[in-house]
């Protein structure tokens, strides 16, 4: 690869730090066109520094990070999160953990099947093989796994036919992460194929669990899920925007606040 620019070196770190990186927000800050920003980010690509995804790339390191090695470096938040959820769900109850990509430290709803291990006859769906692995651990569940293309980089089952396998059930409880959240309610992810996921979730469950650390409120991303009005219960680690909170009084969302904060639940 030939020597980088300090654009090009500044487009690498801002990736490393962020874990994604899109064409349209590139071009704004360097002040180029998006043709020039997709002909670096093909460069980087096809040199193994970024991974292309829907509208921008990924920063490769973070792929690689074996499961057990995320798993290590899972936040606090996120398995406060995680306990809290398990708290709502009872023994007996059948259960779809989704799976949405995250570039660090495993997903939420990874951490969610984690701490139902005390859990008893638990029917679980899922499109996450990381989910499988962790539960037949436990033995406390039958687990059924969504069919359709595997995504090397986490282990997700994504894609028209892993919807269509969702579809096929009527939960008790789901339990979803999306990438971002609007203040208008707006519930986004990067990829169009976890977004045909999520939507079959969102529609064949009788209560959705939304879980959402604070970095979700503050991000964007391109492709639209739904709304939060959606969800029955949303589970974050703090208090969210004012305008989330109004939403959900609105819609007669109840609010888990999962770590110690001035909001009580609502």
């Given at each position: 690869?030939?020597?980088?620019?300090?654009?090009?070196?500044?487009?690498?770190?801002?990736?490393?730090?962020?874990?994604?990186?899109?064409?349209?927000?590139?071009?704004?800050?360097?002040?180029?066109?998006?043709?020039?920003?997709?002909?670096?980010?093909?460069?980087?690509?096809?040199?193994?520094?970024?991974?292309?995804?829907?509208?921008?790339?990924?920063?490769?390191?973070?792929?690689?990070?074996?499961?057990?090695?995320?798993?290590?470096?899972?936040?606090?938040?996120?398995?406060?999160?995680?306990?809290?959820?398990?708290?709502?769900?009872?023994?007996?109850?059948?259960?779809?953990?989704?799976?949405?990509?995250?570039?660090?430290?495993?997903?939420?709803?990874?951490?969610?099947?984690?701490?139902?291990?005390?859990?008893?006859?638990?029917?679980?769906?899922?499109?996450?093989?990381?989910?499988?692995?962790?539960?037949?651990?436990?033995?406390?569940?039958?687990?059924?796994?969504?069919?359709?293309?595997?995504?090397?980089?986490?282990?997700?089952?994504?894609?028209?036919?892993?919807?269509?396998?969702?579809?096929?059930?009527?939960?008790?409880?789901?339990?979803?992460?999306?990438s971002a959240i609007d203040n208008d309610g707006?519930?986004?992810?990067?990829?169009?194929?976890?977004?045909?996921?999520?939507?079959?979730?969102?529609?064949?469950?009788?209560?959705?669990?939304?879980v959402a650390d604070n970095f979700k409120f503050?991000?964007?991303?391109?492709?639209?899920?739904?709304?939060?009005?959606?969800?029955?219960?949303?589970?974050?680690?703090?208090?969210?925007?004012?305008?989330?909170?109004?939403?959900?009084?609105?819609?007669?969302?109840?609010?888990?606040?999962?770590?110690?904060?001035?909001?009580?639940?609502?």
């Amino acid at each position: 690869m030939e020597k980088l620019n300090k654009r090009q070196r500044d487009i690498l770190a801002l990736a490393e730090e962020e874990g994604y990186v899109s064409v349209e927000s590139l071009a704004k800050t360097f002040k180029v066109t998006q043709q020039t920003i997709r002909s670096d980010i093909n460069n980087f690509c096809n040199n193994g520094l970024l991974t292309r995804a829907h509208g921008g790339a990924f920063f490769s390191k973070a792929h690689n990070y074996a499961y057990k090695s995320r798993k290590s470096l899972a936040s606090d938040e996120k398995k406060d999160i995680a306990d809290a959820v398990a708290n709502i769900i009872p023994d007996n109850s059948s259960v779809v953990l989704g799976n949405i990509y995250s570039t660090t430290s495993g997903t939420t709803t990874e951490q969610v099947a984690e701490s139902l291990f005390k859990h008893k006859d638990l029917k679980v769906i899922t499109n996450d093989i990381n989910i499988v692995n962790i539960l037949t651990q436990f033995d406390n569940a039958e687990i059924w796994l969504a069919g359709g293309k595997v995504r090397n980089i986490d282990s997700a089952v994504i894609g028209l036919n892993t919807a269509d396998f969702i579809k096929q059930f009527k939960v008790d409880f789901a339990v979803v992460g999306v990438s971002a959240i609007d203040n208008d309610g707006a519930l986004m992810d990067f990829d169009y194929e976890d977004v045909l996921v999520s939507k079959a979730i969102f529609n064949h469950c009788r209560k959705l669990i939304l879980v959402a650390d604070n970095f979700k409120f503050d991000s964007t991303a391109p492709m639209l899920i739904g709304n939060i009005s959606e969800v029955d219960i949303l589970v974050t680690n703090f208090k969210p925007p004012t305008e989330i909170i109004n939403i959900c009084n609105t819609n007669n969302i109840e609010i888990v606040i999962a770590s110690k904060s001035d909001y009580e639940e609502s």
